[in-house]
């Protein structure tokens, strides 16, 4: 991969931080994703969002992202989505949501950083290169 193609993807990367908003933690998550969601007053529809964000907070788990079909900023509660699509990978979850959802997540967390380690280190001192004999 190209130097400064690998430098973009870094520095996009490092945009999407974890933090805490309040009494929320927020984690980066990337993904397009189908719901299939029941709002607070029971009406189902079916979303396709560009997730950005994993909101934790007191009693509730929203996702958050750009909903597609409406072109603006939305967030999901977890316990109301009944089904999720991956739409990059067909993967189909219909059980356990919230745990799929932080697995995705932390997965992010652990590529970023692994990414970021692998930027900064010397050239000479990356995993699975070997030392030059002199």
């Known amino acids: 991969m190209p130097a400064d193609h690998r430098d973009a993807i870094v520095q996009r990367q490092a945009a999407f931080v974890e933090r805490q908003d309040g009494a929320w933690r927020v984690l980066p998550i990337e993904g397009r994703f189908e719901l299939v969601y029941e709002d607070g007053n029971g009406a189902w529809s079916v979303r396709r969002l560009q997730a950005h964000e994993l909101k934790i907070?007191?009693?509730?788990?929203?996702?958050?992202?750009?909903?597609?079909?409406?072109?603006?900023?939305?967030?999901?509660?977890?316990?109301?989505?009944?089904?999720?699509?991956?739409?990059?990978?067909?993967?189909?979850?219909?059980?356990?949501?919230?745990?799929?959802?932080?697995r995705r997540a932390e997965a992010a967390r652990r590529a970023r950083a692994a990414a970021l380690r692998q930027k900064t280190l010397p050239e000479a001192a990356r995993p699975g290169r070997k030392a030059r004999a002199a």
């Open 57 to 102: 907070g007191p009693g509730r788990v929203l996702v958050g992202g750009t909903d597609r079909d409406r072109d603006g900023y939305r967030g999901f509660r977890a316990d109301r989505i009944h089904r999720l699509t991956d739409r990059d990978t067909g993967e189909l979850v219909e059980r356990n949501i919230l745990d799929w959802l932080t």
